[in-house]
């Protein structure tokens, strides 16, 4: 297993751009039932610790500002997640996904136009498992309503991992 310091930067080619998602949306066009669907999502922050400040987030485990052994702890998995609500008419979203190394937790930040944090939990114990479950997700970051997905991804990784949190 690696140690922390050793943690693997995503390849580049694992990124995703705005013109390949634009030419999957050509080539698998989706009907008004899906669209309906995809908008009724819940993405809600029900079960999870909302945060209105950093101070307070910070105040609660100072771990959440500490580097990690490898020198970074905030990992991002994508910014611009879409929640309706926040993002309608806006283009890009205004949330991002990260994982933190040095309390093992997974949260949503949005910046603008009001911070606000919700944090989902430590059911993501490792580096390795969150390259896998939230990167997997993050070509989904345009889509209507994406934080849902997030947030349904997360309550099932927490499903399977019931001694988290």
Same mark, same amino acid.
């Given at each position: 297993m690696?140690? @922390?310091?050793?943690?693997?930067? @995503?390849?580049d080619?694992?990124?995703?751009d705005?013109?390949s998602?634009?030419?999957?949306r050509?080539i698998r066009?989706?009907s008004?039932a899906?669209? @309906? %669907?995809?908008?009724?999502?819940?993405a809600?922050?029900t079960?999870f610790? @909302?945060?209105?400040t950093?101070?307070l987030?910070?105040?609660?485990?100072?771990? *959440?500002?500490a580097?990690?052994?490898? #020198?970074r702890?905030?990992y991002p998995?994508g910014?611009?997640?879409?929640?309706?609500?926040? $993002? $309608?008419n806006?283009?890009?979203?205004?949330w991002?996904?990260?994982?933190? %190394?040095t309390?093992q937790?997974?949260?949503?930040?949005r910046? %603008?136009?009001?911070?606000?944090?919700?944090?989902? #939990?430590?059911?993501? %114990?490792?580096?390795?498992q969150a390259?896998?479950?939230?990167?997997?997700i993050?070509?989904? *970051?345009p889509?209507?309503?994406?934080?849902?997905?997030?947030?349904?991804?997360?309550r099932?990784?927490?499903?399977l991992?019931p001694?988290?949190?």
């Amino acid at each position: 297993m690696a140690e @922390r310091n050793d943690v693997p930067q @995503r390849p580049d080619r694992m990124m995703v751009d705005e013109d390949s998602i634009e030419s999957d949306r050509r080539i698998r066009p989706r009907s008004a039932a899906l669209e @309906r %669907a995809v908008a009724q999502r819940d993405a809600s922050p029900t079960g999870f610790t @909302r945060y209105s400040t950093e101070a307070l987030f910070v105040r609660e485990d100072p771990r *959440r500002t500490a580097d990690s052994e490898g #020198g970074r702890n905030w990992y991002p998995f994508g910014t611009d997640w879409r929640r309706d609500g926040d $993002d $309608d008419n806006r283009g890009k979203g205004t949330w991002t996904l990260w994982w933190l %190394a040095t309390t093992q937790e997974t949260v949503l930040e949005r910046r %603008a136009p009001r911070w606000e944090l919700w944090l989902l #939990g430590t059911a993501i %114990a490792s580096f390795d498992q969150a390259q896998t479950v939230l990167h997997s997700i993050e070509p989904l *970051r345009p889509e209507p309503n994406s934080v849902a997905v997030v947030l349904d991804v997360y309550r099932a990784v927490d499903g399977l991992n019931p001694k988290a949190r």
